[in-house]
């Protein structure tokens, strides 16, 4: 925000701050200084960073405010130049003026006043209201609008100025504007609202867009004589919705959109009503309307003062603090070494914790204060659970030759409906700047996918390992249900090149094995079913649920040809998403040691000949079902499909391991056990011995 080093200069007391004293003060204050540009007449403007939580910092007054508090001045509080008398209030909706009528409908606006003056003289400002604009970068329009930007830039509230005359019946009402109500600006664009915005109307039709802009056949021109003065807080989220919409970015808007206080508002109103019947004449009527329930009552919070010397490491007495945070414009209570009740001001919005006034401590003692300590600590504290499981499943993923990515949340809407699991819809966001992907992503695949592109058209070459390019991702995914809930799930994602279909889908079923033993355990093991596809991007004859101990674990399979197609793949892909808050509950891994086996195994590998569509975990099951003494351990070897054996078969490979703990196992002995595991077979799954 810009401001003037002499405007800031008369809030406060004692010689004129020159600009290099100004700007180290709001630096130590926590209001760094972007640009700095000398003006003619000696002033000086300064561009000052606010963050978004301080709302009450957007004007010149809130800034002389922490200057105050940074250098011990008093502050010169601007004061009416003479008194409009007490508003009318009104508990309910309407209330009724001696020159117009007020309703709010809906509770849209938790405090809305109106003043009028009659007879005023528009015309140019003062000079010194021009100067003050004009140091600041705003162009001079006519005194009384003038008076309103005045207002903006000292006290940081806006407000809107109509010409009486023009609005029917003389009666305002803040309501929703209705399905394609038309309104034109003061910057003279037409604008079509929508029922989501909020306006500012007469008895006919809108007049100002509220929060946000005033609309031009009501503004304020050289013929106007009677002036109604709106003065209103409005809610942020709505304000800045309506901006949005429409690209309206006004001064106005911005400071709605950061909290303008209820509790100025009255205050504040009765100095822009003062000051426009001091620079253009004419009557004030006496009274004011002022529609809304009762202003709350300030926070009150308490601040242990031990508990602060021991977070700012600084060795300073209840009264210190105490008066510190009084210079901030606070109230305090001081009993002994607690302070037992600190009032923030009603407009510090962003004061509502303990911790939020030991901040305010620290930056009115001085940020430079605080010790700093030379020396580390010996030992950093150990990492979370959660920490070292994300490392253990990275440098997994990574010893298996894929490569993390981080991309961005948001994808094209028919992106989303490609990967969204059945029976839950798109979440999107509705703004101009997402206009091309404003749907939150159900799934990362679409954004691997992408980048698997990029790699693509930049000639990248398939890892050595497994010859494919391999990328991973943890990243949350969005979904909404019919009844309008937000689901939201945090996922391993992972992308494989499948060349040759069949190899991919394994090495992807055995990349799932592996992180789930990293980080579970040897003993864990992932049960695939194949199943229906949970959305449309994957392919009917290669999709499978992953399923770890009964619970479910995610899903993996080919992606399908159409959305290879969509992003112009060349090669194949496959990919897997499981439920990255499952794996990691799974560390650390359960593991046992145990001596070294004194006598050899003996170890068979058996080839069956099965039906196609027979699972390995079958297979598993059946050889294990036969308990054959002295076994253990069983593993998965390969799988042949071709000649001689016949369409619709497939061999599988495995391992079997056995061992005596008491002695050296001879091979006579373990061909019983061997015959029994394939007549297991032979009637559990159909096997054939393969010769």
């Not at 800034?63 to 508990?91: C, F, K, N």
């Amino acid at each position: 925000m810009n401001i003037s080093v002499n405007w800031i200069n008369a809030y406060l007391e004692g010689n004129p701050l020159s600009a290099d004293e100004l700007e180290a003060a709001l630096t130590r204050a926590g209001f760094p200084i972007e640009e700095r540009e000398d003006l003619p007449g000696g002033d000086v403007r300064l561009d000052v960073e606010i963050t978004s939580n301080r709302g009450d910092a957007l004007c010149h007054l809130g800034l002389a405010r922490e200057v105050a508090g940074a250098t011990g001045r008093r502050l010169l509080l601007p004061m009416a130049p003479i008194a409009p008398g007490d508003p009318e209030r009104a508990s309910g909706e309407v209330a009724r003026h001696t020159s117009v009528d007020v309703r709010v409908e809906e509770r849209l606006c938790p405090r809305f006043t109106a003043r009028v003056l009659r007879g005023v003289a528009v015309g140019p400002s003062p000079a010194w209201l021009r100067e003050r604009l004009e140091a600041i970068g705003l162009r001079p329009i006519n005194n009384v609008v003038d008076v309103t930007n005045f207002a903006l830039f000292e006290m940081g509230q806006p407000s809107h100025v109509f010409d009486l005359d023009t609005l029917a019946e003389q009666r305002l009402v803040v309501r929703h504007a209705t399905a394609g109500e038309k309104l034109t600006t003061l910057d003279h664009q037409d604008l079509e609202l929508t029922t989501d915005d909020v306006v500012v109307a007469d008895a006919e039709r809108a007049r100002s867009l509220a929060g946000v802009i005033g609309g031009e056949d009501s503004g304020v021109t050289n013929a106007t004589t009677n002036v109604l003065l709106e003065a209103a807080p409005w809610d942020p989220r709505t304000v800045r919705d309506t901006a949005r919409r429409y690209n309206l970015r006004t001064d106005a808007s911005h400071r709605f959109e950061r909290v303008v206080d209820v509790g100025q508002i009255d205050e504040c109103a009765d100095r822009i009503a003062a000051l426009i019947h001091e620079v253009a004449g004419g009557e004030l009527v006496p009274g004011a309307i002022a529609v809304g329930p009762p202003l709350p009552p300030d926070p009150r919070i308490e601040l242990r003062v031990e508990r602060c010397r021991a977070i700012l490491g600084l060795d300073a007495g209840a009264d210190e603090m105490a008066a510190t945070l009084e210079g901030l414009g606070f109230v305090c209570d001081t009993r002994g070494e607690i302070i037992t009740a600190a009032t923030p001001p009603h407009r510090r919005h962003d004061v509502t914790r303990e911790i939020d006034l030991i901040e305010e401590v620290a930056r009115g003692l001085g940020l430079d204060a605080i010790p700093v300590h030379d020396a580390l600590p010996a030992r950093p504290a150990p990492p979370q659970a959660s920490e070292e499981a994300l490392a253990a499943l990275g440098n997994a993923l990574t010893g298996m030759g894929f490569y993390e990515t981080v991309t961005f949340s948001f994808v094209t809407r028919d992106e989303a409906a490609l990967f969204m699991p059945r029976g839950l819809r798109v979440v999107a966001v509705d703004e101009a700047r997402r206009k091309e992907a404003p749907a939150l992503r159900p799934s990362a695949v679409p954004s691997l996918l992408s980048c698997r592109r990029v790699n693509q058209h930049a000639g990248v070459e398939p890892h050595e390992v497994g010859g494919a390019v391999r990328l991973f991702e943890t990243s949350a995914v969005f979904a909404e249900t019919d009844a309008g809930a937000t689901v939201e799930n945090r996922n391993l994602t992972l992308l494989i090149d499948a060349p040759e279909p069949q190899t991919a889908v394994r090495e992807l079923r055995g990349a799932v094995e592996t992180i789930v033993r990293r980080l579970g355990g040897p003993d864990r093991s992932v049960t695939v079913e194949p199943g229906e596809p949970s959305c449309d991007a994957y392919r009917a004859d290669a999709f499978a649920n992953l399923s770890l101990e009964g619970q479910r674990l995610g899903v993996f399979g080919l992606i399908d040809d159409a959305a290879q197609k969509r992003w112009e793949l060349e090669i194949p892909v496959a990919a897997a998403e499981v439920d990255l808050d499952a794996l990691l509950e799974l560390y650390p891994p359960a593991s046992k040691a145990e001596p070294l086996p004194e006598f050899p195994a003996i170890e068979r590998d058996l080839s069956v000949v099965v039906k196609e569509a027979t699972a390995w975990a079958d297979i598993e099951q059946a050889a294990l079902g036969a308990h054959p003494d002295l076994l253990e351990g069983l593993r998965f070897v390969g799988v042949y499909r071709g000649k001689p054996l016949e369409t619709g078969q497939k061999s599988v490979t495995f391992r079997l391991r056995f061992r005596d703990p008491a002695r050296t196992l001879r091979h006579e002995e373990v061909d019983p056990q061997v015959e029994g595991v394939v007549r297991a077979l032979e009637s559990a799954v159909g096997a054939e011995l393969r010769k």
